[in-house]
C-alpha cells in the first residue's frame, strides 16, 4: 500500500483506519520515516473529516470526483514528526 518513502495515500473509506486504529497506522508510518500523510475522503462525511482534523490533518484543496464513487472527494494531509 505504501508507494513512497515521503507520502503515503489512505482511503478514508477502509474501515480498518478510522478512530484508534487511524493512528496507530499514522505512528508506523512515521516510524518507517515516512513524512507526509494523505488521504482522500468524502466531502459530505463531516463526522470522519472532524475526528481526521482533530489528529491534525487539514484540508490541502485537492478535490476529485471517481466514477466509481461519483461524489466529491476531498484530500487532507499532515506533516508526521521529524
Known amino acids: 500500500m505504501l508507494d513512497s518513502l515521503d507520502q ?3 482511503a478514508s473509506r477502509l474501515r480498518d483506519f478510522i478512530g484508534e486504529n487511524a493512528a496507530l497506522h499514522i505512528a508506523e508510518l512515521a516510524a518507517r520515516g515516512h513524512r507526509w500523510v494523505t488521504l482522500w ?3 459530505a462525511n463531516t463526522r470522519v473529516r472532524r475526528l481526521y482534523e482533530q489528529m491534525g490533518f ?6 476529485r470526483v471517481e466514477d ?13 514528526g521529524s
Not at 58 to 63: L, N, P, T, V
Not at 68 to 80: D, F, K, N
Open 8 to 10: 503515503a495515500e489512505v
Open 41 to 43: 475522503l468524502f466531502e
Open 58 to 63: 487539514e484540508a490541502d484543496g485537492r478535490r
Open 68 to 80: 466509481a464513487y461519483g461524489a466529491q472527494e476531498i484530500q487532507l494531509s499532515r506533516e508526521l
